[in-house]
């Protein structure tokens, strides 16, 4: 019979909550043997997970101070598993969705403006195609859960590719993690785009029209319109 050994990612997604939520504050030392009984994990277990957490900047370690969590200056704040795990905990989600509708708010809507100068043909008939599609989502909700929110996270994401700013297109994850996390944590499960399918189509057909300020206008509408 072989042996299991328990999954690295709840581990991590453990340790890493407690990072952001403060219950292991900044500063705090700790070493791989207290995650090992902790965790009831083997060594490499342990080990990996630390690199995990090394890798995204919330721990350091050292031959003679073991283990040290790190300040928040030094994580990756763009990191989707950080933002998740920010979004999941009651006392970080609230600063963290401002921070993402702020950086949102910053991006978007330059990036709608490009894509009307810049989208493919087929990006331009993909999200006239995906406008309808949230319209008909807003008068029916699909029996499907998740149908707006799957859709609405392709709309956005295709302008952000269409911008032709690779930078842009790079930053998709970490925008798109707050309408997912509104979708998974906030009180609107079943209705991610809040009365915001009118909009989505008239970005989509400037956008297609090529009126690259009045896109801009609309998409800055649509995330006041969110955020409100």
Do not use: C
């Amino acid at each position: 019979m072989v042996k299991t050994t328990p999954l690295l990612g709840p581990v991590v997604d453990q340790l890493g909550t407690d990072i952001v939520s403060g219950n292991m504050a900044e500063g705090t030392r700790f070493r791989l043997e207290d995650i090992e009984k902790r965790f009831g994990i083997s060594r490499t277990v342990a080990r990996e997970a630390m690199r995990t957490l090394e890798h995204l900047g919330m721990i350091s370690s050292g031959r003679r101070v073991g283990l040290r969590v790190l300040p928040r200056s030094s994580w990756a704040v763009y990191d989707p598993a950080i933002i998740s795990w920010r979004l999941a905990h009651d006392k970080t989600r609230p600063e963290q969705a401002a921070r993402l509708n702020e950086l949102r708010l910053g991006v978007e809507p330059v990036a709608a403006q490009l894509a009307a100068r810049n989208a493919t043909p087929q990006q331009r008939r993909e999200l006239l195609r995906l406008a309808g599609r949230l319209a008909e989502l807003e008068t029916t909700p699909s029996p499907r859960v998740g149908d707006e929110l799957e859709t609405d996270l392709q709309f956005h994401t295709i302008i952000l590719e269409a911008s032709g700013n690779e930078m842009f297109a790079a930053l998709a994850p970490t925008l798109l993690a707050m309408l997912k996390g509104k979708s998974v944590f906030g009180s609107r499960k079943r209705d991610p785009i809040r009365g915001t399918a009118q909009l989505h189509m008239e970005l989509a057909q400037e956008i297609n029209a090529g009126e690259a300020e009045a896109a801009e206008r609309t998409s800055r509408a649509i995330l006041d319109r969110t955020r409100s």
